[in-house]
């Protein structure tokens, strides 16, 4: 009976941690994830305010509210913005494709349309 009660209590020891590092595990994982998401969309955020204020600015001028040379200052520095913020994300989307997985789809695209165009040529 005192076997049976170590043995139980071991099991349940182990149950424990196991349960414990399930729930822990995802918190601390989760971390890195979110933090990498969240440059994403501070960037996409900060663009779509960026662009929408670029909208703004057009219809003042349209309805005459701002002079056309504050028009031209202020559209060249929301665009520059707008310009800098497309090309980080041009660098984090280049950084995370695998370049050599991407040639070699490319062969087999080339493949696959040099075998459709001999077919297309074999049907006339």
């Not at 941690?17 to 601390?28: E, K, R, S, T």
């Not at 989760?30 to 501070?42: A, E, F, G, R, V």
């Not at 520059?80 to 980080?88: D, F, G, P, Y």
């Not at 349309?113 to 006339?124: H, P, R, T």
């Amino acid at each position: 009976m005192h076997d049976i009660s170590i043995i139980s209590m071991i099991f349940t020891a182990a149950l424990a941690l196991i349960c414990l590092y399930l729930i822990l595990a995802p918190i601390f994982k989760w971390n890195t994830i979110i933090q990498l998401n969240s440059k994403d969309q501070d960037l996409e955020t900060t663009k779509e305010s960026l662009l929408t204020t670029l909208n703004e600015i057009e219809f003042e001028y349209k309805m005459d509210k701002i002079s056309p040379a504050d028009y031209k200052n202020l559209k060249r520095q929301y665009e520059a913005e707008v310009a800098k913020i497309m090309k980080e994300e041009e660098k984090l989307v280049d950084s995370s494709i695998d370049k050599e997985l991407m040639a070699e789809v490319e062969k087999e695209i080339e493949a696959q349309l040099k075998s459709y165009g001999k077919q297309k040529g074999e049907g006339k």
